[in-house]
Nanobody, 122 residues
Framework: QVQLIESGGGLVQAGDSLRLSCAASGRTYAMGWFRQAPGKAREFVAAISWNGGETLYVESVKGRFTISRDNAKKTVYLQMNSLRPEDTAVYYC??????????????????WGQGTQVTVSS
C-alpha cells in the first residue's frame, strides 16, 4: 500500500491562502483531497486524474481551490485561496492505487494520509 504524507496546514486568517502538499511513497493513479470539520463527517473536496487532465471540486470550493500534481515528484497539491472560517478542518490526501478513474467517494480510495490541520480565523 502506498504511503501518503500531507504537509502545509496551519493557522491563517480569512482571505489568506495556503498550499497543501501530499507526497506519495509509490505510484498512485487518481488522487483526491477530503476534509473533516469538528463534529462533521469527512467530505470530498477535490480530485485529479492520474495525468492531471481531469479535475473535480465540491461546489463550495470551486473558484477558490485548485488541485494539481507533479508525477515526477509523486506529489499532489491543493492550492487554497480566499480561505473562509468554514474551510477549517483536517485535510486528508487519498490515492487510488489500482484505478486511473477520478473518484469522489471515500470507499473508492485505497491509501490515506494522516491528515493536516487547517484553521481559518475570522
Amino acid at each position: 500500500q502506498v504511503q501518503l504524507i500531507e504537509s502545509g496546514g496551519g493557522l491563517v486568517q480569512a482571505g489568506d491562502s495556503l498550499r497543501l502538499s501530499c507526497a506519495a511513497s509509490g505510484r498512485t493513479y487518481a488522487m483526491g483531497w477530503f476534509r473533516q470539520a469538528p463534529g462533521k463527517a469527512r467530505e470530498f473536496v477535490a480530485a485529479i486524474s492520474w495525468n492531471g487532465g481531469e479535475t473535480l471540486y465540491v461546489e463550495s470550493v470551486k473558484g477558490r481551490f485548485t488541485i494539481s500534481r507533479d508525477n515526477a515528484k509523486k506529489t499532489v497539491y491543493l492550492q487554497m485561496n480566499s480561505l473562509r472560517p468554514e474551510d477549517t478542518a483536517v485535510y486528508y490526501c487519498a490515492g487510488r492505487d489500482k484505478s486511473m478513474a477520478i473518484a469522489t467517494m471515500e470507499v473508492e480510495y485505497d491509501s490515506w494520509g494522516q491528515g493536516t490541520q487547517v484553521t481559518v480565523s475570522s
